[in-house]
T-cell receptor, first 112, second 115 residues
Framework: AQSVTQLDSQVPVFEEAPVELRCNYS??????LFWYVQYPNQGLQLLLK??????LVKGINGFEAEFNKSQTSFHLRKPSVHISDTAEYFC??????????FGDGTTLTVKP | DTGVSQNPRHKITKRGQNVTFRCDPI?????LYWYRQTLGQGPEFLTY????????KSRLLSDRFSAERPKGSFSTLEIQRTEQGDSAMYLC?????????????FGPGTRLTVL
């Protein structure tokens, strides 16, 4: 069994400030980690993924995430946010058998 | 636009009616997933197909729900005798195998409202 916990349901920040969205997971088997973004009334868009190799993963729109195996975390970061980054962000894990589990999401609100 | 399409985008129905949703995946992707998403929650896994074979179904998928993927192309999700608790966004994801896991590309979803 696996679970994903997104530690903050809402994160308000000012434009051009840095942001970190936190994600912890647990699993009895090896998993792969993903971050998705969902804009209002749209489907989920892949931001980045960690499959293997370097623990620092870079994605689209200037986002990056760091996989920490000992802390079972996969936090998402951006050094300077824009108004257009306002959206819902989801962390997910998937096993190699294809079983997927998503977190409940973090609402990022970027204020001018 | 991920290349995955879902129809209809919105469906309003009365309790007790049957509804069917369609997902057209990216053509070269052989795995297809269905999820349900309610307000304030992440997507919940319902079922997935590899080609035309349905490989796994969640316990969330009661006997009122059925999914098919004839010929391994498009997929349909049918809900019979809808209940108000079925109101949600239904998402489809088309996947490509990347090393040992699936990278999922989501459609825009079908929002179901049961009155």
């Amino acid at each position: 069994a696996q679970s994903v916990t997104q530690l903050d349901s809402q994160v308000p920040v000012f434009e051009e400030a840095p942001v970190e969205l936190r994600c912890n997971y647990s699993s009895s088997v090896s998993v792969y980690l993903f971050w998705y973004v969902q804009y209002p009334n749209q489907g989920l868009q892949l931001l980045l993924k960690y499959l293997s190799g370097s623990t620092l993963v870079k994605g689209i729109n200037g986002f990056e995430a760091e996989f920490n195996k000992s802390q079972t975390s996969f936090h998402l970061r951006k050094p300077s946010v824009h108004i257009s980054d306002t959206a819902e962000y989801f962390c997910a894990v998937i096993t190699n058998a294809g079983k997927s589990t998503f977190g409940d999401g973090t609402t990022l609100t970027v204020k001018p | 636009d991920t290349g995955v399409s879902q129809n209809p985008r919105h469906k309003i129905t009365k309790r007790g009616q049957n509804v069917t949703f369609r997902c057209d995946p990216i053509s070269e992707h052989n795995r297809l997933y269905w999820y349900r998403q309610t307000l304030g929650q992440g997507p919940e896994f319902l079922t997935y197909f590899q080609n035309e074979a349905q490989l796994e179904k969640s316990r969330l998928l009661s006997d009122r729900f059925s999914a098919e993927r004839p010929k391994g192309s498009f997929s349909t999700l049918e809900i019979q005798r809808t209940e108000q608790g079925d109101s949600a966004m239904y998402l489809c994801a088309s996947t490509v195998r990347d090393r040992d896991t699936d990278t999922q590309y989501f459609g825009p979803g079908t929002r179901l409202t049961v009155l």
